[in-house]
């Protein structure tokens, strides 16, 4: 059984450690700063963490409501989630979206958003299995040299 509690500035490490062996990039400082951001921030900023009974990291997920974004209403955005890979299908991803949905809907958001590398089907499919869907929004980019 997993617990889902809100993330305090003392997993970092562990935060950090994972999302490097799951990405192959450290980036310390990133995770630091966005844990000093959401970890008690603003009530719109939410950054969750999944533990094993003794207090192992499972996973985490982060978002924060944002309004009016492109003349959109406001909606809670997923901005990060990583699952232990040893510790997936097991159902804590679904427990840390489902969690971090609940506080959106408590806020009064009626929809949740993310960005998805279209290459990234593990992801994609994840995503797809908590019923989210295409939105209204179509992303575009333009590399700057």
């Known amino acids: ?18 999302d490097a062996r799951l990405t192959g990039q450290a980036k310390a400082v990133y995770w630091q700063e966005t844990l000093a951001r959401y970890a008690g921030g603003p009530p719109e900023r939410h950054f969750l963490v999944a533990e094993t009974p003794k207090g192992g990291l499972v996973g985490f997920i982060a978002g924060e409501v944002r309004a009016w974004e492109f003349g959109q209403p406001p909606a809670g955005w997923v901005f990060a989630i990583q699952v232990d890979p040893k510790l997936r299908l097991k159902g804590a991803g679904s427990a840390l979206f489902e969690a971090l949905a609940a506080r959106f809907k408590a806020q009064g958001v009626t929809h949740v958003r993310t960005l998805v590398d279209r290459k990234d089907h593990l992801i994609l499919s994840f995503f797809r ?3 989210m869907v295409a939105g209204p929004s179509l992303q575009l980019d333009k590399e700057l040299s």
Request: charged share 15%.
């Open 1 to 18: 059984m997993i617990a889902i509690r809100p993330a305090e500035p003392a997993d970092l490490s562990a935060v950090s450690a994972l």
């Open 129 to 131: 299995a908590q019923g």
